[in-house]
């Protein structure tokens, strides 16, 4: 078997080897167009590495290398304000998710479905949270809440509606431009036959709908999710001061100097939104997969 | 019988446009529209006292936006967006022209590379920017090491806290939007369109000037939107890498609502910004149009 198998690797490298060669040759050519695209990788690239680096670093002086050390994580994990805002930005992020996939979901199947009076100027408005600039809907938020006096001592996870309120009505606008992409290619007759073959409308959403539409909630729900995760300036106008959440408390720690345990707090953020994307690239995956073999 | 089977199915189909309309519209009502109602109500206010707000319908406010000095710090918020936007489109031609002709496998795991950023936290992508330009950052010690070496005396840049530090951000942040429509644009494109171009004797320029450009036109247009409206309004760039004379409008605005304490002439700035915002949109549409017919 062995012996079978080697020459046949042997030609795969040899084919690999001149694949290697021809890209360099072909790299050499156009020099320039690759130069371009490797230093905007560089650029997009270098600030975040080396703070993720960083963060890692036996030194307060973030510049020069002092040797490994995971301090900065230890003495986040014992930071309960850190922690707090850590849980606080998870469920705030979660619950949005949710929200935004009923809202966004609901919103598709309408401009999908229905044609109704002054259409095109509905799906306008759908449109509007994510075109007026961020500070606007901040402010907008700031001065609603004051005005109906939304109270500010409520308990813990109620403290945080208004900043969910505040972030589905931005995120469930991306959710519902995913889903009405994919539900432009949805069969219809699929829908018709099922009913015709005695399914009930409950069936045809579970059998049909939900697998045509799984990978668009999929995307839909990870773009609310890190957008909520993501957001700043809504949340600074939106919350006061009783609800902090993590991008909150790293712009004031950001404020107040570059520390590595900035550097320690963005790294366990990035790696969950990191996780998270790729998370939902292999879920899409393993679906096409499905698709594939159906 | 049909006629009650039709009716059946109306119905059936009027519950579910109620259940589908409903929901998002008081959404829209409720967080979106009660809201900015307040905002323009408040932006032909004014303030009494302290902290009280009279509504007597003046437009003291947006004659005091009409200033000089926010008109120019308008025309500055304009020049700033205008100049990202433009350095995106320097930066993305090549890049995207680059990833056109790398192998298929390569293409995905280049793509994803570019469009990862985007998921990361803004505040964290700034802040990251912060380590690397700082005067002790990393560019600095960086060039210092180098003139060491060269028995040169090195006085360290100051990169951050001037307008360059805000475009430099604002750039790093809003790439991967012009790169990834520029190159949904290009993707489908016909390369016997340009073969046949250059066959028939013309040079590569007018090859990309008469035929590429045109084509992938209304993504560039896209691309262009989605740089320069979130420029236009970004708050925290400016915020973090600007200096004490480098604010945009969004920080005018912030200072009204959490300093200065003058919300009605913070929520006319808003008004102002949010039509300017929706006239470039208009105006994109416009030409958008015009060229497609």
Redesign the interface.
Known sequence: MQSVRNPDAGKVKLLLFG?FIS?IK?SLR?P???I??LV??L??????I??II?SFNDSRR??VWKGFTLKYYKKMFSNEILLEAFLNSIVIALITTILSL??GV??A??LW??Q?PLKSLYQG??M??V???????G??????FN?IGWPSDLIWPLSLAKII??H??FC?PFV?IVVRAKLVNLNWECEEAAKDLGANAWHVYRDIWLPHLKPSLIAGGLLAF?LS??D??ITF?TSGPETITL?IK??SM?RFS?TPE??AA?TV??VV??LS?CTAIFLQKENLKKGSFE | MLSDRFRAKNEN?RK??L???L??TI??IL??F???L??VV?SFSQKVGLINIEVNWVMDNYWRAADPLYLKIFAKSFYIAGTTTFLCLV?SF??V???T?I?QNWKLI?LV??M??F???????T??????L?T???LN?GFEWIAAHLGLRFEPVQFLYNDTAIIIGLV?IH?PFM?LPIYAGLEGFDETLKQAAEDLGSSSMQVYRHIVFPLIRPSVFAGCMLVF??A??S??TPE?LGGTDGQLI?NV??RQ?KHAND?PF??AL?MV??YV??GV?AVWLLVAKRKKS
């Open positions: 694949e890209a072909s156009n320039w167009l690759n371009s695209l905007t990788l650029f997009l690239y270098t600030p975040i080396v703070l960083f973030n510049i009923v809202l609901l919103t199947i309408l479905r229905f109704f408005m759908v509007i949270p075109i007026v600039p961020e500070i606007c809907i402010i907008a938020f700031l001065v609603f005005m309120f505040a589905s009505l469930f519902a890190t995760l993501d700043f300036v106008f991008p790293i712009y950001v570059v900035v550097n963005s953020l990035i939104t990191i994307v | 189909s579910v446009f259940v589908t309309f929901p998002p959404w829209l967080f979106l009660a809201p900015v307040i905002i408040y930066i090549p890049v022209l680059a990833i002709k192998r280049i590379l570019l990862l950023p998921w990361i936290n803004l505040l964290i992508r802040y990251a920017l912060i380590a690397v700082r002790r950052g990393f010690s790093y790439l790169i409206i979130p236009l309004g708050y925290l973090l969004a605005i912030e609502f919300w913070g929520a808003s910004l949010i915002t929706c949109i």
